[in-house]
């Protein structure tokens, strides 16, 4: 089989990882892939958002299977383009990916169907958000309805943050048109976990649980960026919360997108809150995190690819997927500066962090130049180790993250470290 996947960071290098596995797989291209994806595919110089390009090479290439993993071109309607050259494909269409593509959306779709999730007000006037806001008790969220590359969302502690906020989105454009209008939430307090689940819209089967740190330092402070590392499973989420969100979350989610008519196939991304009330819905995202891709893949017992085809061809209930044991813990190693400015170009030195037993080194932000492998973005590489324990996990994660330089290269130091809390370890 020839397999397309259309991106270029480190959720498609784990994706492409793990769909190499399959020996019916002959070649996997990549659009546009990366320097360190290079190693395990064939990189397409063609933009994720270039459908034409995507549609005409998958065409011309007499491509088997297309994994569309990124979420602007699943909004831009790459998986209907796709379609409609009859290639078979994971990922949901341009009607199923506004879960993700328009907060409002999402929002009104769990008021109509009782998904729990934090009260709101929606707002296409500034004046009307800002008239809002300096109305109602803080904290808040104010969030840019449309995608703004997971940083759309601005968590305000006091009135005039939420000020700020309002005009940082709506007038100053700070996310584009993605900012034209914006939902205005409550804050909900409470551990937060992430989940994605497999769904074909008759069956849903959700992953190993897992942990994100987004803030950009230490103690989740400084700014927020993609995602600075992540554990899985998360602690918190026991089999209890498990059963309860496939009762009032998952399964409902589903329905209401059948209901209306936007059947979701593909991977489902529930971001929640476990308030005292029970668990909420943050957001949904259409597609696989990034980084949690990078450590419930490596669990994955299951092909990969069997899974995805049976997605595609609505018989995920056929399909035993299952999990192995154990954990594992992803370190970002990020550029100096990131997520404001910072320089690209940097020689990246692996140190054989990649040579490691039970790590992978995953390319977010790579490129190849002069047969050197160099820094070409904010998050540059995901160092992923599993363990039979959390702590194996992080430890392993952290030993072949040291052994890796470029210059300015930073990262957290305590990715995990509030999950060992829970789960009892203080050392």
């Known amino acids: 089989m020839k397999l397309m996947v259309v991106g270029g960071g480190g959720r498609e290098h784990a994706l492409i990882r793990m769909l190499k596995k399959n020996p019916e797989v002959e070649r996997i291209y990549a659009l546009p892939g990366n320097g360190g994806i290079a190693q395990d595919a064939e990189c397409v110089n063609i933009k994720a958002t270039d459908i034409d390009g995507v549609a005409r090479f998958a065409a011309e290439n007499h491509i088997d299977f297309a994994v569309v993993a990124p979420d602007d071109p699943l909004a831009m309607g790459c998986v209907d383009r796709l379609h409609a050259l009859g290639i078979p494909c994971f990922g949901p269409e341009a009607r199923a990916a506004e879960i993700e593509a328009s907060k409002v959306f999402s929002k009104r779709l769990m008021q109509k169907y009782g998904i729990p999730t934090a009260k709101c007000e929606v707002f296409d006037n500034a004046e009307a958000a800002l008239a809002y806001v300096r109305t109602t008790p803080a904290p808040l969220v104010v969030k840019a309805d449309g995608l ?173 997927v299952r999990f192995k044991g154990g954990a594992a813990c992803c370190v970002i190693l990020a550029s100096g500066g990131y997520p404001e400015a910072y320089e690209k170009g940097k020689a990246i030195d692996l140190g054989g962090a990649d040579a490691l037993a039970d790590t992978w080194v995953f390319h977010s932000g790579t490129a190849a130049k002069d047969g050197q492998l160099v820094t070409s973005g904010g998050r540059v590489l995901g160092v992923t180790a599993t363990g039979d324990t959390l702590k194996t996990a992080i430890d392993r994660a952290y030993a072949a993250a040291r052994r890796v330089h470029f210059d300015g290269m930073f990262m957290r130091s305590d990715i995990g470290k509030r999950a060992l809390e829970v789960e009892g370890y203080h050392g």
């Open 148 to 320: 703004a590359l997971g940083k759309g969302v601005l968590i305000c502690k006091s009135t005039r943050e939420a000020e700020e906020a309002v005009k940082h989105t709506m007038c100053d454009h700070a996310f584009g048109k993605s900012g034209d209008r914006v939902v205005i939430e409550e804050f909900l307090e409470g551990p937060e976990v992430s989940v994605l689940a497999f769904t074909d819209g008759k069956a849903m089967v959700p992953m190993v649980s897992s942990m994100d740190h987004k803030r950009a330092h230490d103690g989740d402070t400084g700014l927020n960026t993609g995602g600075m590392g992540t554990i899985a499973p998360n602690p918190f989420y026991t089999a209890d919360v498990a059963e309860r969100c496939m009762r009032e979350i998952f399964l409902p989610t589903m329905r209401a997108m059948n209901a209306e008519g936007r059947t979701f196939k593909g991977c489902l991304y529930f971001g929640l809150m476990l308030t005292k009330d029970g668990p909420k819905v943050i957001e949904y995202n259409c597609r696989f995190g990034d980084p949690e891709t990078q450590v419930v893949l490596p669990l994955l017992d299951t092909d990969l690819l069997t899974i995805m085809r049976a997605v595609e061809e609505e018989r995920l209930s056929e399909v035993d």
